[in-house]
């Protein structure tokens, strides 16, 4: 696996999910090991991260030295160890992970490339990035827009493999009941990076309405870091939610800060398949998201209605007020989704096919790559159109 950033420590959920990914294809019995970039002198330059053998190439501060430095070292690392890899599985396509392509390639090694979020915001038609993602032998697509787009560029169908990313079920799960004599608010919890993509400032500017139209106490919690941090503490004071919104930062124990909510929210105007959103539903907590990325295909059909368009701030308001003053609704939903993570969104699901796939490459059969994807796509609506949605600046 060729991952730029591998833990630890975690600092995203690319980096996050390939960890867990590798983590279960080992399990399954296939040798891993992962070629990363160290970014710092305390790194390693070899490491066994929870069994995983990593392999760290320098990279310097100074960017002019990245391209020819890192890429010597590159060169090294995967001609010196070319016997120990029988496929090259590229987590996203950096320069970092483009020259890895272009190196395996030459090595006649097989070469399965993941592009994690929609084709329109990860590269121009015609770009360079474009042109080595076509060149690679097998693609990951986690969304029916990006299949399609790959479609109409003419990549060969049976060469792209439709998957989701995966939750570790282990980790996340459903906490204890709650105690019924207990009156604790209601939650609604957001995990992910503070960024003006996330659409946190819609969610902000609909929680005053969404307190007055439920009648009960209630608290919004925003987990996460981020550039934004300090124009939502902004947005916050000026708002007067203090007493009911709270920036809680990282949060160590994401898990158990997920049993404590009642309700997951991820107004983004910009997906690709959410973590956060899987472990909420592992969590069995219902989803009101926007139908962005791959969130309307991990939620599906019953997720669906609680799904809205990006910045319909009244149509946000709406669910939330919904699910929050219904128990019934919001335990059947959260029900539903719990359901579907633990049947088909599983990490150890994920890896079974990611294994089936990497079994087809090893042996030549690249073309049957398809028949590994996810029943998913298979059962998928024809993807739903989101409008383009502009990002706002900051005090916007």
Known sequence: MVVPHFPPPVVGGLERQAYELALAVRRRGIDVWVLSGRFAPQQPRTQLVDGIPVVRVRFPRAKWLR????????????????????????????WFGGLSVLIARALGKPVLAKLPTATRWAFRERSLRLRLFLSCDAIALMTSESIDDFRRLGYPEGRIFGVTNGVATSRFHPGPPPDPGSERPLQVIFSGRLDAEKGLLDLLAVWPAVLRRIGAPARLALCGEGPQEAELREAIASLRLSESVELRGRIADMAGALQQADVFVLPSFIEGNSNAVLEAMATGLPIVSTLAGGTPLLVGPAGHPWLVTPRDRAALEDRLVRLLTEPQTRREVGGAMLE?????????????????????????????????SSPLFAAAPPPRATPSVAIPSAGE
């Not at 890192?70 to 599985?89: I, K, N, P, S, Y």
């Open 67 to 94: 391209f020819p430095v890192t890429g010597l070292a590159l060169l090294h690392a995967l001609v010196t160890r070319r016997r120990e890899f029988d496929v090259l599985h590229l987590h996203n396509l950096s």
């Open 340 to 372: 579907r993570a633990q049947t088909v969104l599983g990490i150890e699901a994920v890896a079974a096919r990611y294994a089936s796939v990497y079994e087809r490459l090893a042996s030549g059969r690249r073309d049957e790559v398809r028949a590994c």
